[in-house]
């Protein structure tokens, strides 16, 4: 397994868990939190690609948008939770 592919699942856990901590209530909500952080960091790497923007990149892993593109969806999945 290539070292970004393990940092972007450890740093997408690590954004759920940490929302998790922050909002959650279960341990429902830290797996979906979890599963969230991670495909919302892949999401992000994705239109990172896409995009081109190259702000801030460790080997081929667009850190920045990634990042942003996580927590956005982090807090989308809570506002859905709470307005279902």
């Not at 969230?36 to 080997?59: A, C, K, S």
Request: proline content about 4%; hydrophobic content about 55%; glycine content about 14%.
């Amino acid at each position: 397994m290539p070292p970004f592919v393990l940092l972007s699942f450890l740093l997408g856990a690590v954004y759920g868990t940490a929302f998790h901590l922050w909002r959650g209530k279960n341990i429902q909500d830290l797996i979906i939190y979890s599963l969230t952080g991670f495909l919302g960091f892949l999401l992000g790497q994705g239109l990172g690609n896409w995009l081109g923007v190259d702000l801030f990149m460790i080997g081929p892993l667009h850190i920045v948008e990634a990042t942003l593109t996580s927590w956005g969806s982090l807090f989308l999945i809570q506002w859905l939770k709470v307005n279902r």
